[in-house]
Structure formats: structure tokens, C-alpha cells
């Protein structure tokens, strides 16, 4: 008899134990996880919400999701599980609701098949506020250059809006790449605040088929894209020979390699072409870096100046054709104009700016760069002695330095060179005020013009 109820005993309390652990939730509690990768902050139809929710402890039941705005709920995705033992599921979809703009409150349910819960199943809510915007930037090509010379400087104005706007930009799609242009806003030559000015080049490309387009993003994901209608025409390209000897790569390309710590190569050779193509191409990523900042005001005025009485000696986008004992070992574009005057000629600022480099540069020796506003550069390179600082704002005539032959120069000469957000644009439009009245100023009136009838 005494047996019989220890059994009992035990009997219960193993049903107690039983019971304990698959009917309450004081061993297995809600296991129900939910994350949301997106919608983050803002709410737009044209980027995925994306949520995962997964069980610990049991299947789910049902997935909710919803936005309350003004006080209407908008049920955006529901889905019911007849499977029990599913415990993880991603959503991933894109609405097609019309929805109202503005602020709202993101909602996700998840109920789940857990018996630990007296047998009514868990669930578990998060909810956050988001602002709902659908609504693209608008943009509106006010103005362009409309034909342009490959390497030359091309120019759009537009306008463009949006309550979130994040980003604006101009690119150029060519080789399978887009080069990507700033668009400043231009509120103190328009008036507006909603008026931005691109200035961008084409670099020369075997292929030929440039895409020119304004991209518009805001903060929620929605993107515009206007394309920009430009005609281009090529350069006719100059070749030149230029012989290398053991002399000059003593004199010029060790110089460099000894200011630069680079050390010395096996060869001659060696030397010489490590310095025209690795120290060349990392000092046009330093020039692009140095001019990736520009001031938003158009500091030039007029035509810029070429150095005085000089001889051009090297043109834009000239093909050399490099000789060393007769044979050929390298090629490379000339980015920039020769000037050759005087030896120790003074140099000239092209135009008002303000220097944003003075020091030593590669390839190019001792060299200023001036920003003069919306992404327009000139720089100066072989010089000599500087005789202006960095951050200094120069005038248009100012002596700024003297010609030398620092770097790589065989004379005395000064290497100029204009650019347009570090990419490097011919320098012979900049020379000429018939060019710069007709593709720059005639451009930025003609959008003067446009932007009335928009705003009407
Ligand atoms: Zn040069």
C-alpha cells in the first residue's frame, strides 16, 4: 500500500513536470524573434521591406505587416502558416498600396503555434515610426552646352527637388564606368535653392557611347534619372616621339624617385617606367583628391590667362610615342598644355581663385593648384619657388611663382593643365572668351530664362 502511493506520488509529479514544461511559459518562454533590415527611418514603394523572424521554441502562426497612418491602418503583407513547424521565414516584397505621405507608424505581428503559453501561443510586436515618401525628386534640365568637344568642358543647369533630397549628381557612363560629377547648388547666381550647376568632361574612350544623365536620390530610396542630351565631337589627336636617355633618367626620374622614397630598380629602364606609370597614375589620383573639394561661387572672370609670351611647345591629348635606345617602351596622353617662355619666367594665376595646393607633386615637381569655384581647377607644374600660400586667394595676373624644370621636364618650361572635379579637361576652351561666352555664360542665362517659366 505504501508503495502504490509513492508511484502515485511519482506519477504526478511527473504529469506536474510534463505539464510544467509544454503547457506554461515558465520554462520555455517566447522564442519569437523579429528584425527589420528595412524599411529604416523612411518608407518608399520602390525599395523591398525586408524582415526576418525566426522561433525558438516553436512554429510560427501568422506574420503581420502594416503602416498606421492617420489613424488607418494599411495592411501591407499577411501571411497565414498551416505548416506548425516552420520557424524562420523571411519577408521580402514591394507594395503596390497608394499610400499617404508623410508620418506613420510601422507595424510588425508575429503569433506563433507555442502550447507554452497555456495553449494560446505567443506573439510578439515591434512597431517604429517611419515617414512614407513615394514621391521621386523632381528634376527639371533647365539648361546644357548642347555640342561638345571630347575633353572639353560641358556644363548643365538644373533644377531639382524633394523634401528628403540625400544626393545629386551628374554622371557619365563610358567603358562600362561612370565618372561622377558634383552638381553645386547655385543659389547665389539663381536665386533658388533648388538649382544645381554640373560642370563635367568626356574622357576620350575607344568605345564612344557616352551616357549623360542627373541622378536624384532621396532618403527613402526613390531615384531619378534625367538624361542630358549632349552632342560630342572628337579631338583630332597629335602623336610625338620623345627620346628617354640614361642622362635625362639620371638627372629627372631619379630626382623624383628620391623626393618621393621610392626605391631605386634594377634598370634604368626600370626607373623611368615605374615613374611614368606608377608614380604618374598615383599623382592623378592625388591631383583627383586635391580637387574633389571646390567652393561653391564662380571666383573666375573672363577669359584665363595663358603664360605670357610663350610658345606652346605640348598640346592637350598629345599621343607620346616614349624611346629608349631606339625602341619603343611606353605611351601615355598628354593631360595638359607646354608652355615654354624665358628661363625662370614668371607665372601667372590663370584667373581668381583661391590655392588649395602648394608642394612638390610627382611627375610634375613643384606645382599650385587654384580652385576657382564649382569644380574648376588650373595647375601649374615644374615650377620653381612658390610665392603664394595655400588657402591664399589670388587675383586673375598675380605672380604666383617661377618656371623651372622640377620633375619630369626636360627644359625649362610650365606644364598647365585645367580640370573639372580632378578629371582633367583641355585648357585651350578656357583661353578663349568667344568659348566662354558661348558655352558658359550664354548657358547660365539662357537657365535664368527657363527657371522663370518653371516657377510659373
Ligand atoms: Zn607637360
Not at 32 to 50: C, H, L, R, T
Not at 149 to 170: C, I, M, P, Q
Not at 274 to 301: F, G, H, M, P
Not at 318 to 327: I, M, T
Request: net charge positive.
Amino acid at each position: 500500500m505504501r508503495k502504490g502511493r509513492v508511484l502515485l506520488l511519482l506519477i504526478i509529479l511527473v504529469a506536474l513536470a510534463y505539464a510544467i514544461y509544454h503547457y506554461t511559459p515558465l520554462i520555455k518562454g517566447n522564442g519569437i524573434n523579429i528584425v527589420v533590415e528595412s524599411p529604416k527611418g523612411y518608407f518608399s514603394a520602390n525599395k523591398p521591406v525586408i524582415v526576418h523572424v525566426n522561433d525558438r521554441f516553436a512554429g510560427i502562426k501568422s506574420i503581420d505587416v502594416k503602416l498606421i497612418a492617420m489613424n488607418t491602418e494599411i495592411e501591407l503583407f499577411k501571411k497565414t502558416f498551416s505548416d506548425r513547424f516552420i520557424k524562420r521565414f523571411d519577408v521580402d516584397f514591394k507594395t503596390n498600396k497608394i499610400l499617404p505621405q508623410g508620418n506613420a507608424t510601422f507595424v510588425v505581428e508575429v503569433e506563433d503555434y507555442s502550447t507554452n503559453n497555456y495553449l494560446n501561443g505567443f506573439t510578439k510586436q515591434i512597431s517604429f515610426p517611419v515617414i512614407i515618401d513615394t514621391t521621386p525628386p523632381q528634376v527639371i534640365l533647365l539648361s546644357g552646352t548642347g555640342r561638345v568637344a571630347v575633353s572639353g568642358t560641358s556644363l548643365a543647369v538644373f533644377y531639382a527637388k524633394d523634401d528628403n533630397l540625400k544626393d545629386v549628381y551628374l554622371g557619365v557612363s563610358h567603358d562600362g564606368v561612370i565618372d561622377r560629377f558634383k552638381a553645386y547648388n547655385a543659389e547665389n547666381i539663381f536665386g533658388n535653392k533648388h538649382v544645381y550647376i554640373s560642370f563635367f568632361t568626356y574622357p576620350l574612350s575607344k568605345l564612344k557611347n557616352y551616357s549623360t544623365n542627373i541622378y536624384a536620390l532621396d532618403k527613402a530610396g526613390n531615384l531619378t534619372v534625367v538624361h542630358v542630351p549632349v552632342y560630342y565631337s572628337s579631338w583630332k589627336l597629335k602623336k610625338s616621339k620623345i627620346n628617354i636617355t640614361d642622362a635625362f633618367i639620371r638627372d629627372k626620374v631619379l630626382a623624383i624617385m628620391q623626393k618621393e622614397n621610392i626605391p631605386q630598380k634594377e634598370t634604368l629602364l626600370a626607373d623611368f617606367l615605374y615613374v611614368n606609370r606608377v608614380e604618374r597614375a598615383r599623382d592623378t589620383k592625388r591631383i583627383r583628391q586635391i580637387c574633389s573639394n571646390s567652393i561653391d561661387k564662380i571666383l573666375w572672370k573672363g577669359r584665363f590667362l595663358q603664360l605670357r609670351d610663350s610658345e606652346v611647345t605640348a598640346t592637350f591629348n598629345d599621343e607620346r610615342f616614349y624611346y629608349y635606345k631606339g625602341k619603343l617602351v611606353d605611351i601615355k596622353y598628354h593631360k595638359g598644355y607646354d608652355l615654354a617662355s624665358v628661363r625662370n619666367a614668371k607665372v601667372q594665376a590663370a584667373n581668381n581663385g583661391i590655392v588649395v595646393f602648394e608642394g612638390y607633386l610627382g611627375v610634375y615637381g613643384n606645382t599650385i593648384i587654384i580652385d576657382h569655384g564649382f569644380g574648376i581647377f588650373s595647375l601649374y607644374g615644374h615650377l620653381q619657388s612658390f610665392l603664394v600660400k595655400k588657402g591664399e586667394f589670388v587675383r586673375k595676373g598675380q605672380i604666383i611663382a617661377i618656371t623651372d624644370t622640377t620633375g619630369l621636364a626636360g627644359g625649362d618650361h610650365l606644364h598647365f593643365d585645367v580640370l573639372v572635379d580632378g578629371y582633367y579637361v583641355n585648357p585651350i576652351e578656357w583661353w578663349d572668351p568667344h568659348w566662354i561666352k558661348t558655352h558658359i555664360l550664354e548657358v547660365i542665362s539662357e537657365s535664368k530664362t527657363r527657371l522663370s517659366l518653371v516657377n510659373q
